[in-house]
Structures are given as C-alpha cells and as structure tokens.
C-alpha cells in the first residue's frame, strides 16, 4: 500500500498509525486521525486534525485507545492488526492493566474476531463497560461478556456486522421520525384511496428496479415483481427466501446458475479485444458466499427486533447483499427488494403501502452509483485476482472481512435521503394527485355520460399538454365536444390540477 501521509508536520494517530506502522492491508477509513500543531480540531480533506493535547502514546495500546475513543470500532482494520502481532504483545497489554475498560475492550475484540482464547483468568469484579460508544456509532442490542465484563453491542454477529457513524445528517433524519409522518399521511385518506395510491407507488417501483438494471421486461413480469414487492417482509429472511425470489427475478434459467454462486463473480467490463476481466466491483470469494450470507440473515435476526432503526438495517442488509453479490444473477433486483423487506418488516412502512425506493433511486441513479463506488473502488486494490479460462475473475487472497465488516454510513445516508424524499414528497404528491383527480371525474360524470375508459384518456390528455385539449385530441377522441363543452373541462381542470 502506498504510504500514509497527514497533512503538513501533523503525527499520524490511532488507525492511520496502526497501518502505517504494521502496516496493514486495508481500505482506508473514510475519516483519517492525526495530531496537528494547532490547539483547536479542524478537518482538511479526509483528515481530522485534532490537537496537541489529544495525542496518544506512540505505542500499539497508546494508538488502540486513541483510535477506539475517537475514531470507534473499524473491524476489518482491529481484525487485519490482531493477525499481524503476537499473542504475548497482546497479553502482555492487558496483563499491565487487566480492569480498564480500553483494556478489556481490546481483549474482547481481540478473542472475538480471532476466535481464540487467551491464557488469561477472566474478570470477576468491576462495572461492564460499552464496547461500541453510542456517542460515535449505531449500536445493537446487549449481550453479556462475562470474561471480560464487556456489553458487546456491535449492530452484528461475528460473519455480518457493518457499523455506522452517528453523523449530524443521519442524527436529523432519525429525529424527523419519518415513519410517523408516513402514517399520518395515511391516516387522512380514504382506504379506497390509499390503495390506489399503494398500487401506482408498487408499480411505478417494479418498473424502476428493472429500469435500472436496464431492462425493459414486458409488463406481465414487472406486475409479477410487483406482487412479489407486495408481500415484502411477510416471510423471515432465510437463504430459501432469497433463492425463492431469484427464480422470479429470472426469465431465462437456462444459462445462470439457481442459487449462490459457485464460482467468482464481478461487476464490469470486458476488455474487447482480449476478453480480459475490467472489474469495477470484485464479489466475494463463493468460498465464502454461504457464510457471509448466513452472516447477513443472522444479523437481520438480531436487529429485527431491537432498538435499531430500520432504515439502517435495511441499509446494512441491502447494501450488505449486493456488495457480497451472492448469486450469478440478479442481485440487483434482491437487493432493493431487500429495501421493502426490511421496512416492512419492522413496521417502519404502513401496513399494505410500498415505498418506491427504486423509484426514487432512479431518479437519484448518479448518487447511488456512486454509493456503490463508495465502497468497491476503495476494496479493488486489497483484492488479488486472476482471470479465469472462461474470462471470470478469480480472487487469490483472503477478502472474506472486505464484505462482513464495512462502513455502511455513506450507504445508510442515501437510503434515508431516498425514504425521506418518499415520506415529504412521492406518497403526499400521488395521494394530493388522487385527490384532484377523483374530484375532476365527478365533475365529469355529472356533466356527460363518458365511459371511464374515454374519463381516464381525457385526464391523461389534458395532464400531457398542460390543461389544454391538443388538436390531435380535440379533433379525434373528443371531437363529439362542443366548444363550450371543451373549454369548460379546460378551465374546471386547470381549477383543480393548477390551484395551488
């Protein structure tokens, strides 16, 4: 890896030292740590500059405190470092002040993700200490560590547990509470209504998740994924599930593979004259597809019922999935199903309405490509790789911690900005736009005795040309109007559809 260098005569602290110093084969963390000379906190690009005043020993403890205090857990880094050192270095570190909670976070951790146990007697007195600070990251709920008296609250299990920072962005749209807004939304419509408005809002998603894959299926398959987005959440997540919905999302199954993959898998290009892999995203190893996933389910399971907020899981579970791309083919699709799923699962959606994510995400299609570069461009250059006979890739290293320890915040962050833009705008705009068109076809029916099918074209004429009849349709469709006829509908649809 290429070296690490703070910004002017700053000192390199916490995990910016540990892997320089070990140095450790990693993705950058999207914030950097280093003690600069100036005695107030200031940021310049990536880095975080604090004081003087705020530097740690210049030992692997003094870097591991400082790192856990600021910076919070960053797995795939603690888990990279423990695989360097030796067990005595670790020991020895905990030995020389086996009741300080750093201390016994470190040796948590260390056990945890090593799997291992070291010859140490366990705590028997003193207060549990948090392993992850609630005032940095997203935690789950609390499992007792009795050896070394931690509360490990990671958001995760040991195969699957992305974390998330509590940035000011994510803190204010936890406070909109936006499941709130969506059910008072619902309240004030009619049932009649609010299914009119679900159907059209599941529609219009179906339609986008294939638009985005860039497909354009004939529109019995998008109504049957649309069914399928219906009944969202009503299942428990299980790999059956997932292989279940995969054999929907497939019109041909005659070249993929049903189920996880059995071979390598990426997302790119081929060169064109060589054939050669161009991969801008390198799946997980198959190897280790069945425990990432596995990984994934039971770390839905664990936050499912918790205080965790739901449009996080859906992130972690969502974004988690697709990066670890566990099938040949149709991952996509799975994962922004995996969206609805999980909001509807913990309740987050009204019962019976579906959230056009995908939609929404069409719209936004640049921001979400680059959430997804986010993370795959920064793990390319960890992952080692030769091409295949058959022109696939094949990972020649360890990568199974690029896929079950991340940072989802960026992830988490879009997500939100997507479910809010649905709760402030999409449903109250399709259940204002309901409204106005239910009050147009009375007046309608009380003025002519027009059969729906030529009630629902004069609507979506006049909305096509700004209120107005276009010659086209005034001369065909609705050449039976007077004048007057037609100048009236005009102007009672203008009243209606433009009053605002």
Not at 206 to 232: C, F, M, N
Request: aromatic letters at 10%; glycine letters at 4%; one cysteine or more.
């Amino acid at each position: 890896m290429a070296r690490l260098i703070a910004p002017h005569t700053a000192s390199l602290a916490g995990y910016s030292a540990l892997i320089e110093r070990y140095p450790l084969t990693v993705p950058l963390p999207e914030r950097l740590f280093a003690i600069g000379k100036r005695h107030s906190i200031h940021h310049e690009q990536a880095w975080v500059l604090l004081t003087p005043r705020h530097a740690p020993a210049d030992t692997l403890y003094g870097h591991l405190v400082f790192a856990l205090k600021h910076e919070g857990i960053q797995l795939d880094i603690l888990h990279a470092l423990f695989g360097v050192i030796q067990d005595d270095e670790i020991i020895a570190m905990i030995r020389a002040n086996p009741v300080g909670a750093y201390s016994r976070r470190i040796w948590f951790l260390y056990e945890w993700l090593l799997e291992q146990e070291l010859p140490l007697a366990a705590v028997t007195s003193g207060n549990y200490a948090d392993l992850v600070n609630d005032t940095l990251q997203f935690t789950g709920p609390t499992r007792k560590a009795r050896r070394q008296r931690i509360n490990n609250n990671l958001p995760g299990v040991r195969d699957f547990c992305p974390l998330m920072r509590k940035t000011p962005l994510l803190q204010q749209w936890l406070e909109k509470d936006l499941s709130a807004q969506a059910r008072n939304t619902t309240r004030q419509c009619h049932p009649d209504l609010l299914a009119r408005a679900a159907s059209f809002l599941l529609l219009s998603d179906s339609k986008a998740s294939y638009v985005i894959e860039d497909e354009h299926p004939p529109h019995t398959r998008i109504e049957r994924w649309g069914r399928l987005l219906g009944q969202a959440g009503q299942q428990r997540l299980s790999v059956e599930l997932l292989e279940q919905l995969q054999d929907q999302v497939l019109s041909d199954k005659r070249f993929v593979l049903s189920g996880l993959r059995l071979a390598g898998g990426f997302i790119g290009q081929h060169d064109r004259t060589t054939g050669l892999p161009l991969p801008e995203h390198i799946s997980a190893r198959a190897d280790d597809v069945p425990r990432l996933v596995q990984g994934l389910i039971d770390t839905c399971e664990l936050l499912r019922d918790a205080d965790f907020p739901p449009v996080l899981l859906a992130a972690s579970i969502a974004f988690g999935f697709v990066f670890i791309h566990p099938f040949e083919d149709g991952n996509g699709r799975l994962h922004r199903y995996l969206f609805h799923h999980v909001l509807a699962e913990t309740g987050f959606v009204p019962k019976g309405l579906v959230f056009p994510v995908s939609a929404v995400i069409l719209e936004q299609i640049e921001q979400y490509r680059e959430t997804l570069r986010a993370y795959s461009e920064p793990r390319l250059s960890c992952i080692e790789w030769q091409p295949t006979a058959d022109n696939n890739v094949e990972v020649t290293n360890q990568t199974l911690d690029l896929y079950r320890y991340f940072d989802a915040t960026r992830q988490a962050e879009f997500l939100y900005d997507c479910v809010a833009y649905t709760v402030e705008h999409t449903l109250p705009d399709e259940v204002n736009y309901l409204q106005k068109r239910d009050a147009f076809v009375t007046f309608v029916e009380s003025r002519f005795d027009m059969p729906s099918r030529l009630t629902d074209l004069l609507v979506r004429f006049l909305q096509q040309n700004n209120g107005r009849f276009s010659r086209r349709a005034r001369n065909k469709e609705f050449e039976a109007l007077t004048d007057t006829e037609a100048l009236e509908l005009e102007e009672r649809f203008q009243q209606i559809f433009f009053a605002d």
